[in-house]
Protein backbone atom coordinates (compact mmCIF):
# COMPACT_ATOMS: atom_id res chain seq x y z
CA UNK A 1 0.00 0.00 0.00
CA UNK A 2 2.89 2.67 1.14
CA UNK A 3 4.40 1.70 -2.46
CA UNK A 4 1.48 3.17 -4.50
CA UNK A 5 1.51 6.55 -6.15
CA UNK A 6 -1.56 8.02 -4.66
CA UNK A 7 -1.27 6.56 -1.67
CA UNK A 8 1.91 8.66 -1.22
CA UNK A 9 0.24 11.44 -2.59
CA UNK A 10 -2.33 11.74 -0.22
CA UNK A 11 0.09 11.38 3.11
CA UNK A 12 2.06 14.30 1.22
CA UNK A 13 -0.87 17.32 0.31
CA UNK A 14 -4.34 16.04 0.75
CA UNK A 15 -4.84 19.23 -2.31
CA UNK A 16 -3.07 17.66 -4.56
CA UNK A 17 -4.40 14.21 -4.46
CA UNK A 18 -7.87 15.59 -4.93
CA UNK A 19 -6.64 17.10 -7.91
CA UNK A 20 -4.43 14.14 -9.10
CA UNK A 21 -7.81 11.64 -8.49
CA UNK A 22 -10.49 13.94 -9.58
CA UNK A 23 -8.63 14.27 -13.19
CA UNK A 24 -8.37 10.44 -13.09
CA UNK A 25 -11.85 10.05 -12.49
CA UNK A 26 -12.87 12.75 -15.38
CA UNK A 27 -11.01 11.05 -17.37
CA UNK A 28 -11.99 7.90 -17.13
CA UNK A 29 -15.49 8.96 -17.37
CA UNK A 30 -14.84 11.02 -20.34
CA UNK A 31 -13.39 7.71 -21.96
CA UNK A 32 -16.06 5.25 -20.55
CA UNK A 33 -18.72 8.06 -22.36
CA UNK A 34 -16.28 8.25 -25.56
CA UNK A 35 -16.77 12.33 -25.36
CA UNK A 36 -13.86 14.59 -25.08
CA UNK A 37 -13.73 17.70 -23.01
CA UNK A 38 -10.53 19.23 -22.84
CA UNK A 39 -8.48 18.54 -20.87
CA UNK A 40 -10.06 15.03 -20.27
CA UNK A 41 -8.10 13.37 -23.56
CA UNK A 42 -9.55 9.99 -25.28
CA UNK A 43 -7.12 8.56 -26.85
CA UNK A 44 -8.01 6.41 -30.06
CA UNK A 45 -5.17 6.76 -32.15
CA UNK A 46 -6.38 4.92 -35.08
CA UNK A 47 -8.50 2.11 -33.35
CA UNK A 48 -11.73 2.53 -35.68
CA UNK A 49 -12.74 -0.01 -37.64
CA UNK A 50 -11.77 0.84 -41.09
CA UNK A 51 -14.13 -0.36 -43.96
CA UNK A 52 -12.48 -0.49 -47.59
CA UNK A 53 -13.92 2.80 -49.41
CA UNK A 54 -14.68 2.59 -53.55
CA UNK A 55 -13.01 5.61 -53.82
CA UNK A 56 -9.56 7.53 -52.46
CA UNK A 57 -10.05 11.45 -52.76
CA UNK A 58 -6.82 13.24 -53.80
CA UNK A 59 -7.14 17.40 -53.93
CA UNK A 60 -5.64 18.23 -56.73
CA UNK A 61 -4.51 22.18 -55.78
CA UNK A 62 -3.50 24.36 -59.15
CA UNK A 63 -1.83 27.69 -58.24
CA UNK A 64 -1.28 30.24 -61.25
CA UNK A 65 -2.06 27.29 -63.40
CA UNK A 66 0.61 24.84 -61.79
CA UNK A 67 0.15 21.78 -59.68
CA UNK A 68 1.19 22.03 -55.65
CA UNK A 69 2.63 19.00 -54.51
CA UNK A 70 1.10 19.44 -51.08
CA UNK A 71 3.03 16.15 -49.90
CA UNK A 72 6.17 17.04 -49.94
CA UNK A 73 8.57 20.01 -49.28
CA UNK A 74 5.92 21.24 -46.48
CA UNK A 75 6.23 20.64 -42.72
CA UNK A 76 3.33 18.16 -41.49
CA UNK A 77 1.11 21.22 -39.54
CA UNK A 78 1.75 23.13 -42.88
CA UNK A 79 -0.17 19.89 -44.67
CA UNK A 80 -2.17 19.84 -42.22
CA UNK A 81 -3.44 23.22 -42.38
CA UNK A 82 -3.71 22.71 -45.76
CA UNK A 83 -6.06 19.63 -46.34
CA UNK A 84 -8.09 19.50 -43.18
CA UNK A 85 -10.10 22.26 -43.90
CA UNK A 86 -10.09 21.50 -47.36
CA UNK A 87 -11.45 18.11 -46.92
CA UNK A 88 -14.40 19.85 -44.38
CA UNK A 89 -15.28 22.42 -46.93
CA UNK A 90 -15.97 19.54 -49.31
CA UNK A 91 -18.44 18.22 -46.56
CA UNK A 92 -20.15 21.57 -45.67
CA UNK A 93 -20.09 23.59 -49.22
CA UNK A 94 -23.65 22.37 -50.13
CA UNK A 95 -25.14 20.71 -47.15
CA UNK A 96 -24.02 23.68 -44.49
CA UNK A 97 -22.48 22.72 -40.98
CA UNK A 98 -22.90 19.08 -40.28
CA UNK A 99 -22.67 19.34 -36.54
CA UNK A 100 -26.42 21.54 -36.51
CA UNK A 101 -28.12 18.19 -37.50
CA UNK A 102 -25.69 16.28 -35.32
CA UNK A 103 -26.54 18.22 -32.23
CA UNK A 104 -30.63 18.61 -33.07
CA UNK A 105 -30.41 14.12 -33.38
CA UNK A 106 -28.21 13.82 -30.40
CA UNK A 107 -29.84 16.28 -28.08
CA UNK A 108 -33.53 16.31 -29.46
CA UNK A 109 -36.27 18.85 -27.94
CA UNK A 110 -33.19 19.86 -25.44
CA UNK A 111 -31.76 21.15 -29.00
CA UNK A 112 -33.49 24.78 -28.57
CA UNK A 113 -32.31 25.58 -25.60
CA UNK A 114 -28.96 24.88 -26.69
CA UNK A 115 -29.71 26.81 -30.28
CA UNK A 116 -28.97 30.55 -29.46
CA UNK A 117 -25.60 29.27 -28.25
CA UNK A 118 -25.02 27.15 -30.83
CA UNK A 119 -25.74 29.56 -33.95
CA UNK A 120 -22.54 31.42 -32.39
CA UNK A 121 -20.24 28.33 -32.60
CA UNK A 122 -21.79 26.91 -35.38
CA UNK A 123 -20.47 27.93 -39.15
CA UNK A 124 -22.83 30.06 -40.75
CA UNK A 125 -23.31 29.88 -44.57
CA UNK A 126 -21.51 33.32 -44.84
CA UNK A 127 -18.97 32.21 -43.58
CA UNK A 128 -18.74 28.17 -45.82
CA UNK A 129 -19.29 30.84 -48.81
CA UNK A 130 -15.41 33.07 -47.52
CA UNK A 131 -13.28 29.95 -47.30
CA UNK A 132 -12.79 29.91 -50.89
CA UNK A 133 -10.98 33.50 -50.31
CA UNK A 134 -9.85 32.25 -47.02
CA UNK A 135 -7.91 29.65 -48.35
CA UNK A 136 -6.11 31.60 -51.22
CA UNK A 137 -4.94 33.86 -48.83
CA UNK A 138 -3.57 30.77 -46.58
CA UNK A 139 -2.17 28.87 -50.02
CA UNK A 140 -0.35 32.82 -50.88
CA UNK A 141 1.31 33.16 -47.04
CA UNK A 142 2.45 28.98 -47.56
CA UNK A 143 3.69 29.32 -51.08
CA UNK A 144 4.86 33.04 -50.83
CA UNK A 145 3.56 33.50 -54.49
CA UNK A 146 1.34 36.30 -55.47
CA UNK A 147 -2.03 34.03 -56.50
CA UNK A 148 -3.69 35.08 -59.63
CA UNK A 149 -5.54 31.98 -59.98
CA UNK A 150 -6.86 29.09 -57.46
CA UNK A 151 -8.23 25.84 -58.94
CA UNK A 152 -8.97 23.02 -56.62
CA UNK A 153 -10.11 19.67 -58.18
CA UNK A 154 -11.16 16.40 -56.14
CA UNK A 155 -9.89 13.35 -58.04
CA UNK A 156 -11.09 10.56 -56.79
CA UNK A 157 -8.91 7.63 -56.96
CA UNK A 158 -8.92 3.91 -56.52
CA UNK A 159 -5.97 1.14 -56.98
CA UNK A 160 -5.77 -1.10 -59.77
CA UNK A 161 -4.54 -4.43 -59.02
CA UNK A 162 -0.94 -3.84 -59.77
CA UNK A 163 -1.23 -0.64 -56.79
CA UNK A 164 -1.53 2.13 -59.08
CA UNK A 165 -3.76 4.65 -58.65
CA UNK A 166 -6.24 5.66 -61.22
CA UNK A 167 -8.45 8.43 -61.21
CA UNK A 168 -12.24 7.69 -62.19
CA UNK A 169 -13.43 11.05 -62.01
CA UNK A 170 -12.83 14.87 -60.85
CA UNK A 171 -15.22 17.46 -59.65
CA UNK A 172 -14.08 21.16 -58.90
CA UNK A 173 -14.47 22.29 -55.71
CA UNK A 174 -12.53 25.94 -55.96
CA UNK A 175 -12.29 28.13 -58.92
CA UNK A 176 -10.97 31.36 -58.04
CA UNK A 177 -9.53 33.77 -61.33
CA UNK B 1 23.69 3.04 -0.94
CA UNK B 2 21.13 5.66 -2.12
CA UNK B 3 19.18 7.54 -0.17
CA UNK B 4 15.04 6.54 -0.84
CA UNK B 5 14.44 10.47 -1.24
CA UNK B 6 17.26 10.45 -3.92
CA UNK B 7 15.53 7.69 -5.85
CA UNK B 8 12.39 9.60 -6.16
CA UNK B 9 12.80 13.24 -5.93
CA UNK B 10 14.31 15.79 -8.39
CA UNK B 11 16.22 18.68 -6.36
CA UNK B 12 16.00 22.25 -7.57
CA UNK B 13 18.79 21.96 -9.89
CA UNK B 14 17.14 18.90 -11.80
CA UNK B 15 13.93 20.53 -11.81
CA UNK B 16 15.05 23.79 -13.38
CA UNK B 17 16.87 21.52 -15.55
CA UNK B 18 14.08 19.58 -16.77
CA UNK B 19 12.04 22.84 -16.86
CA UNK B 20 14.67 24.02 -19.69
CA UNK B 21 14.64 20.75 -21.44
CA UNK B 22 10.61 20.45 -21.96
CA UNK B 23 10.67 24.24 -22.49
CA UNK B 24 13.53 24.31 -24.81
CA UNK B 25 11.99 21.33 -27.14
CA UNK B 26 8.40 23.31 -26.80
CA UNK B 27 10.88 26.45 -28.43
CA UNK B 28 11.98 24.67 -31.21
CA UNK B 29 8.21 23.11 -32.26
CA UNK B 30 7.43 26.60 -32.33
CA UNK B 31 10.15 27.63 -34.72
CA UNK B 32 8.61 24.94 -36.81
CA UNK B 33 4.92 26.54 -36.56
CA UNK B 34 6.16 29.63 -37.99
CA UNK B 35 8.48 27.43 -40.92
CA UNK B 36 4.87 25.53 -41.39
CA UNK B 37 3.00 28.92 -41.13
CA UNK B 38 0.94 27.91 -38.10
CA UNK B 39 1.64 30.61 -35.87
CA UNK B 40 -1.59 32.72 -35.14
CA UNK B 41 -0.48 35.69 -37.54
CA UNK B 42 -0.11 33.49 -40.62
CA UNK B 43 -3.01 31.83 -40.62
CA UNK B 44 -4.48 34.56 -42.32
CA UNK B 45 -8.04 34.96 -40.41
CA UNK B 46 -9.61 31.48 -40.65
CA UNK B 47 -12.92 31.29 -41.26
CA UNK B 48 -13.88 27.49 -40.75
CA UNK B 49 -14.19 26.64 -37.14
CA UNK B 50 -14.54 23.19 -35.72
CA UNK B 51 -15.33 23.28 -32.23
CA UNK B 52 -17.06 19.58 -32.26
CA UNK B 53 -18.61 18.73 -28.82
CA UNK B 54 -16.29 19.53 -26.66
CA UNK B 55 -17.89 21.81 -24.28
CA UNK B 56 -14.17 23.21 -23.81
CA UNK B 57 -14.20 24.90 -27.19
CA UNK B 58 -17.71 25.74 -27.11
CA UNK B 59 -16.90 28.14 -23.82
CA UNK B 60 -13.85 29.73 -26.25
CA UNK B 61 -16.05 30.59 -28.96
CA UNK B 62 -18.79 31.75 -27.18
CA UNK B 63 -16.49 34.04 -25.69
CA UNK B 64 -15.63 34.95 -29.11
CA UNK B 65 -11.62 34.39 -27.73
CA UNK B 66 -10.27 32.57 -31.08
CA UNK B 67 -12.06 34.89 -33.48
CA UNK B 68 -10.50 37.97 -31.75
CA UNK B 69 -7.19 36.41 -31.80
CA UNK B 70 -7.24 34.95 -34.65
CA UNK B 71 -8.99 37.77 -36.92
CA UNK B 72 -7.12 40.36 -36.58
CA UNK B 73 -3.06 40.81 -37.64
CA UNK B 74 -2.00 42.86 -34.53
CA UNK B 75 -3.41 40.63 -31.95
CA UNK B 76 -2.21 37.49 -33.59
CA UNK B 77 1.60 38.77 -33.78
CA UNK B 78 0.76 39.57 -30.33
CA UNK B 79 -0.14 36.40 -29.47
CA UNK B 80 2.71 34.84 -31.03
CA UNK B 81 5.65 37.11 -29.87
CA UNK B 82 4.21 36.71 -26.10
CA UNK B 83 4.29 33.09 -26.62
CA UNK B 84 7.73 32.79 -28.35
CA UNK B 85 8.82 35.12 -25.48
CA UNK B 86 7.52 33.37 -22.37
CA UNK B 87 9.09 30.37 -23.63
CA UNK B 88 12.37 31.91 -24.17
CA UNK B 89 11.77 33.82 -20.90
CA UNK B 90 10.80 30.04 -19.05
CA UNK B 91 14.41 28.63 -20.68
CA UNK B 92 16.04 31.71 -19.15
CA UNK B 93 14.69 32.09 -15.39
CA UNK B 94 13.14 28.55 -15.15
CA UNK B 95 12.05 29.83 -11.72
CA UNK B 96 10.10 32.39 -12.47
CA UNK B 97 6.37 30.61 -11.96
CA UNK B 98 4.46 33.58 -13.45
CA UNK B 99 6.32 33.37 -16.81
CA UNK B 100 5.48 29.56 -17.22
CA UNK B 101 1.76 30.75 -16.31
CA UNK B 102 1.48 33.13 -19.16
CA UNK B 103 3.24 30.81 -21.38
CA UNK B 104 0.34 28.15 -20.67
CA UNK B 105 -2.57 30.59 -20.68
CA UNK B 106 -1.11 31.85 -24.34
CA UNK B 107 -0.37 28.58 -25.42
CA UNK B 108 -3.91 27.29 -24.37
CA UNK B 109 -5.60 29.98 -26.61
CA UNK B 110 -2.91 28.22 -29.78
CA UNK B 111 -4.03 25.15 -29.03
CA UNK B 112 -7.53 25.86 -29.15
CA UNK B 113 -7.12 27.95 -32.52
CA UNK B 114 -4.51 25.14 -34.41
CA UNK B 115 -7.20 22.59 -33.76
CA UNK B 116 -10.28 23.99 -34.37
CA UNK B 117 -9.49 26.16 -37.40
CA UNK B 118 -6.91 22.85 -38.25
CA UNK B 119 -10.49 21.45 -38.26
CA UNK B 120 -9.35 18.70 -36.48
CA UNK B 121 -9.19 17.99 -33.11
CA UNK B 122 -5.20 16.56 -32.88
CA UNK B 123 -3.56 15.81 -29.88
CA UNK B 124 -0.39 16.25 -31.02
CA UNK B 125 -0.55 19.69 -29.14
CA UNK B 126 -1.26 18.04 -25.87
CA UNK B 127 2.15 17.07 -24.40
CA UNK B 128 3.09 20.77 -24.42
CA UNK B 129 -0.23 22.19 -22.73
CA UNK B 130 -0.25 20.06 -20.26
CA UNK B 131 3.65 19.57 -19.41
CA UNK B 132 4.60 22.79 -18.13
CA UNK B 133 1.81 22.76 -15.40
CA UNK B 134 4.13 20.03 -13.65
CA UNK B 135 6.40 23.01 -13.18
CA UNK B 136 4.23 25.36 -11.64
CA UNK B 137 4.62 23.29 -8.80
CA UNK B 138 6.68 23.63 -6.06
CA UNK B 139 10.04 21.43 -5.40
CA UNK B 140 8.67 18.47 -3.76
CA UNK B 141 5.16 18.83 -5.19
CA UNK B 142 7.11 18.61 -8.50
CA UNK B 143 8.35 14.97 -8.20
CA UNK B 144 4.75 13.98 -7.19
CA UNK B 145 3.57 16.50 -10.56
CA UNK B 146 5.94 14.75 -12.86
CA UNK B 147 5.01 10.81 -11.57
CA UNK B 148 1.53 12.47 -12.57
CA UNK B 149 2.75 13.19 -16.10
CA UNK B 150 3.78 9.78 -16.43
CA UNK B 151 1.16 8.43 -15.86
CA UNK B 152 -0.80 10.45 -18.03
CA UNK B 153 1.87 9.02 -21.14
CA UNK B 154 0.94 5.68 -19.63
CA UNK B 155 -3.24 6.04 -19.86
CA UNK B 156 -2.38 7.72 -23.35
CA UNK B 157 -0.72 4.64 -25.03
CA UNK B 158 -2.38 2.14 -22.97
CA UNK B 159 -6.34 3.78 -23.84
CA UNK B 160 -5.10 3.50 -27.02
CA UNK B 161 -4.41 -0.18 -26.78
CA UNK B 162 -7.95 -0.73 -25.05
CA UNK B 163 -9.77 0.95 -27.63
CA UNK B 164 -8.32 -1.07 -30.51
CA UNK B 165 -9.50 -3.68 -28.28
CA UNK B 166 -12.52 -3.28 -27.42
CA UNK B 167 -13.30 -1.90 -30.86
CA UNK B 168 -11.99 -5.41 -32.14
CA UNK B 169 -10.13 -2.86 -35.05
CA UNK B 170 -7.27 -5.36 -34.25
CA UNK B 171 -9.43 -8.50 -35.81
CA UNK B 172 -10.33 -6.16 -38.63
CA UNK B 173 -9.26 -7.23 -41.93
CA UNK B 174 -6.77 -5.15 -44.02
CA UNK B 175 -6.94 -2.42 -40.86
CA UNK B 176 -3.25 -1.66 -41.25
CA UNK B 177 -3.11 -1.37 -45.16
CA UNK B 178 -6.36 0.43 -44.74
CA UNK B 179 -5.41 3.38 -42.96
CA UNK B 180 -1.91 3.11 -45.14
CA UNK B 181 -4.71 3.97 -48.35
CA UNK B 182 -6.46 6.68 -46.16
CA UNK B 183 -3.83 9.02 -45.43
CA UNK B 184 -0.66 8.01 -47.85
CA UNK B 185 -2.67 8.22 -51.28
CA UNK B 186 -1.89 11.77 -52.23
CA UNK B 187 2.14 11.45 -51.45
CA UNK B 188 1.56 8.01 -53.88
CA UNK B 189 -0.16 9.72 -56.01
CA UNK B 190 1.83 13.16 -56.37
CA UNK B 191 5.26 11.11 -55.90
CA UNK B 192 4.95 7.44 -57.22
CA UNK B 193 8.72 6.84 -58.15
CA UNK B 194 10.21 8.47 -54.94
CA UNK B 195 12.11 6.25 -53.05
CA UNK B 196 9.49 6.22 -49.90
CA UNK B 197 6.77 5.66 -51.74
CA UNK B 198 8.82 2.36 -53.44
CA UNK B 199 8.69 1.47 -49.46
CA UNK B 200 5.22 1.72 -49.86
CA UNK B 201 4.43 0.08 -52.64
CA UNK B 202 6.77 -2.92 -51.44
CA UNK B 203 4.52 -3.01 -48.34
CA UNK B 204 1.43 -2.93 -50.64
CA UNK B 205 2.71 -5.68 -52.49
CA UNK B 206 3.04 -7.61 -49.08
CA UNK B 207 0.30 -6.71 -46.90
CA UNK B 208 0.48 -9.19 -44.19
CA UNK B 209 3.88 -7.03 -43.26
CA UNK B 210 1.21 -4.07 -43.04
CA UNK B 211 -0.67 -5.69 -40.41
CA UNK B 212 2.33 -6.78 -38.76
CA UNK B 213 3.37 -4.01 -38.53
CA UNK B 214 0.16 -2.65 -37.37
CA UNK B 215 -0.37 -5.58 -34.67
CA UNK B 216 2.84 -4.70 -33.02
CA UNK B 217 2.30 -1.17 -32.74
CA UNK B 218 -1.12 -2.24 -31.25
CA UNK B 219 0.91 -4.32 -28.83
CA UNK B 220 3.58 -1.91 -27.54
CA UNK B 221 0.68 0.39 -26.81
CA UNK B 222 -0.56 -2.70 -24.42
CA UNK B 223 3.01 -2.91 -23.10
CA UNK B 224 2.22 0.36 -21.33
CA UNK B 225 -0.43 -1.02 -19.07
CA UNK B 226 3.14 -2.45 -16.83
CA UNK B 227 3.86 0.79 -16.32
CA UNK B 228 1.00 1.28 -13.64
CA UNK B 229 2.38 -1.65 -11.76
CA UNK B 230 6.03 -1.35 -11.78
CA UNK B 231 8.66 1.09 -12.43
CA UNK B 232 10.83 -1.59 -13.30
CA UNK B 233 10.35 -1.23 -16.79
CA UNK B 234 10.25 2.20 -17.24
CA UNK B 235 13.71 1.95 -19.99
CA UNK B 236 11.92 -0.25 -21.66
CA UNK B 237 8.34 1.85 -22.03
CA UNK B 238 10.58 4.90 -22.75
CA UNK B 239 12.33 3.15 -26.13
CA UNK B 240 9.29 2.42 -26.47
CA UNK B 241 7.51 5.76 -26.39
CA UNK B 242 10.70 6.51 -29.23
CA UNK B 243 8.98 3.86 -31.46
CA UNK B 244 5.51 4.55 -31.80
CA UNK B 245 5.73 8.29 -32.90
CA UNK B 246 7.79 6.64 -35.94
CA UNK B 247 5.14 3.91 -36.46
CA UNK B 248 2.43 6.47 -36.39
CA UNK B 249 4.18 8.49 -38.93
CA UNK B 250 4.70 5.37 -41.35
CA UNK B 251 1.48 3.88 -41.08
CA UNK B 252 -0.65 7.08 -41.07
CA UNK B 253 1.51 9.82 -42.19
CA UNK B 254 0.90 11.88 -38.66
CA UNK B 255 3.47 13.17 -36.61
CA UNK B 256 3.14 12.49 -33.07
CA UNK B 257 7.09 13.26 -32.23
CA UNK B 258 5.32 16.01 -28.99
CA UNK B 259 4.99 13.27 -27.48
CA UNK B 260 8.70 12.39 -26.68
CA UNK B 261 8.34 15.23 -24.13
CA UNK B 262 6.51 13.00 -22.10
CA UNK B 263 8.75 10.20 -22.51
CA UNK B 264 11.10 12.15 -20.70
CA UNK B 265 8.62 10.86 -17.38
CA UNK B 266 9.55 7.73 -18.02
CA UNK B 267 13.80 8.80 -16.97
CA UNK B 268 14.75 7.67 -13.54
CA UNK B 269 15.49 10.67 -11.59
CA UNK B 270 19.20 9.07 -11.05
CA UNK B 271 19.20 9.31 -15.19
CA UNK B 272 18.02 13.10 -15.72
CA UNK B 273 20.57 13.72 -12.10
CA UNK B 274 23.46 12.34 -13.78
CA UNK B 275 23.01 15.06 -16.65
CA UNK B 276 21.43 17.45 -14.67
CA UNK B 277 23.91 17.56 -11.71
CA UNK B 278 27.19 17.90 -14.48
Redesign the interface.
Known sequence: MEKL?LY??YH??KK?FIL?VG??IL?LFC?LKG?????F?????????????TE?P??KIMVNDKVV????G?????R??L???L???TD?KTVGDP?QP??EK?LKSQYLWLKP?AL??L?SQK??Q??PA?YE??L???TGEKIKSLKVDV?Q?S?QKN???KINSVYNLIDEK | MKNKNQEEFFSEKQMLFLCRLVFGVILIDLLFSAFSNTLIHQLQSPVLKFPYVDPTFWVMYLLRIPEFVSSNLYVGWFWDVILFISCIGVIIFPQKKWLIAVFIIFYFVYYIIFNSYGVHHTHSLIPFLITPFAFLFSKKSFSFAWQGLRYFLLFSYSAAFLWKLFRFSWLQSEQGILIMKKNLTPYLYFNPHSFLAHIYFWFLDNPVLVEIFFISGFVLEGVFIIGFFTRKYDKVLFFISLLLPFGFWFLADAMFYEMIVLSLTLLPVAAIARVADK
Open positions: FKVFNLFFATNFEITPYVWGMYSEKETAPYVFDYSTYFPANFFLSPSYYVLFLKYRVNEIQFWRYQQTLTYHSI
